[in-house]
C-alpha cells in the first residue's frame, strides 16, 4: 500500500472558530501546519489528488487539552480518515461510550467534566438530529457540521449526562445521532425545501424533544436545565443558505478528486464551498469533505476565468 511522502500537504478539513472573520481550511506537512483563509471572493486554484490517507490521531492531555498527532506511517486509505493503527491510538473513541462503560483516559474524563449542550440540527433536505457539544465548541461544532437551523435544548452540568439525554432522545423521540455528508450537499442542490419549510421542521423536532425531556424526572439532580435557544448561523454561511433556499445553488461540475479547480469563494456552510467562476456565472456547491485526507495545493488565481476543470493526476 502506498505511503504519503512526508512532504505532501494533506488537508484536514475547514476549521471554525468565531474569533475569526472567515473559515479555515486546514492543511498540514509532517509537523507543520498551514491555514488558508475561505474569505469571501477570494479566488483560488485547487490541485487536489486522488490518493486518501491516514491523518493521524488524537491524544489528551491531563488537563482536557488535545494534541493531533500525524500517523507514523501515513498509510494510504480506502475509505475514512485513519488506519486501524491510529484508530486504536485515539481517545476521541471514548467520548462516545463513555456514559455507558465508564472508561476514558484522565485528560477524557477531564474534558467531559465541564458543561455539555444537548442540540437539534436541521440540514437542507430535511434530516434532523440531536447532537451533543461541549462549552467550549459550542459555537463551532454546529458550524463544523454545517447545520442550516438548530436549537439548544438542554444544558447540563457535564458530558456523561448530556450523553445520556442525547440517547434517550432518540430512543423515545427517534432523532438520529448522525446525517451523511453526501446526503447535505444533495440537500443543498436539490431545492426540496425552503428556509421557512426547514425552520418550521427544526422547531418541531426541538419541542419534542424538549416536552420529552421535561417529562423526565430527576433531571435537577444532574444539573439539566431545559432551553429553548436558537443558534447563531455565521456570516459566511448565509449566502449559501440564501441560494439554497431561493434555489439558485447547483451542483459541483465534475468530480473533485484528482482534478485542478478554479473558483470564486462566494460563501462557506460546514463542510462545502459555495463558489462561481465570476460575476454572472452559475453558482457551485463543492463538497469540501472531498477534500480531507487527499493532497491539495492551493495557489491564487488572478483575473478572469471560465468554468471548467482539468484532469491533473
Known amino acids: ?42 479566488s483560488l486554484s485547487l490541485a487536489v489528488g486522488d490518493l486518501k490517507f491516514c491523518l ?75 447532537g451533543t457539544t461541549s462549552t467550549q465548541s459550542q459555537w463551532t461544532r454546529l458550524a463544523q457540521q454545517g447545520a442550516v437551523i438548530a436549537r ?36 443543498l442542490v436539490g431545492w426540496e425545501l425552503d428556509y421557512q419549510q426547514l425552520d418550521a421542521i427544526n422547531g418541531q423536532a426541538a419541542d419534542q424533544a424538549r416536552d420529552f425531556l421535561a417529562a423526565q424526572r430527576g433531571l435537577e439532580t444532574y ?31 465534475s468530480p473533485v478528486p484528482g482534478a485542478r479547480h478554479k473558483l470564486r469563494i462566494r460563501g462557506v456552510l460546514g463542510q462545502s464551498i459555495m463558489a462561481d467562476s465570476g460575476d454572472g456565472t452559475t453558482l457551485r456547491l463543492l463538497d469540501a469533505a472531498e477534500l480531507k485526507t487527499r493532497q491539495v495545493d492551493l495557489a491564487e488565481e488572478r483575473g478572469e476565468f471560465r468554468e471548467e476543470q482539468s484532469a491533473l493526476f
Not at 99 to 125: D, V, W
Not at 238 to 249: C, F, G, K, N, Q
Request: aromatic share 8%; with cysteine.
Open 1 to 42: 500500500m502506498e505511503l504519503a511522502s512526508v512532504s505532501r500537504q494533506l488537508c484536514h478539513g475547514i476549521g471554525f472558530s468565531q474569533h475569526e472573520q472567515a473559515p479555515m481550511l486546514r492543511l498540514r506537512t509532517g509537523e507543520n501546519w498551514k491555514t488558508e483563509y475561505l474569505e469571501l471572493n477570494r
Open 56 to 130: 493521524g490521531y488524537i491524544t489528551m492531555n491531563r488537563d482536557g487539552s488535545r494534541n493531533v498527532l500525524p500517523c507514523p506511517r501515513i498509510k494510504a486509505l480506502r475509505t475514512g480518515t485513519q488506519c486501524e493503527s491510529c484508530r486504536r491510538l485515539d481517545h476521541s473513541k471514548f467520548m462516545h461510550h463513555f456514559h455507558k462503560t465508564g472508561e476514558a483516559p484522565e485528560g477524557m474524563r477531564k474534558y467531559l467534566e465541564q458543561p455539555h449542550f444537548l442540540y437539534i440540527a436541521s440540514f437542507a433536505h430535511g434530516a434532523t438530529k440531536v
Open 152 to 187: 439548544y435544548i438542554a444544558r447540563a452540568n457535564d458530558g456523561t449526562a448530556i450523553r445520556v439525554l442525547e440517547d434517550l432522545v432518540t430512543e423515545h423521540v427517534g432523532l438520529s445521532q448522525q446525517v451523511r455528508q453526501k446526503s447535505k450537499i444533495k440537500g
Open 223 to 253: 444539573g439539566v436545565q431545559l432551553r429553548d435557544e436558537l443558534w447563531e448561523q455565521p456570516g459566511f454561511a448565509r449566502p449559501v443558505i440564501d441560494a439554497w433556499s431561493t434555489r439558485a445553488l447547483h451542483a459541483w461540475s
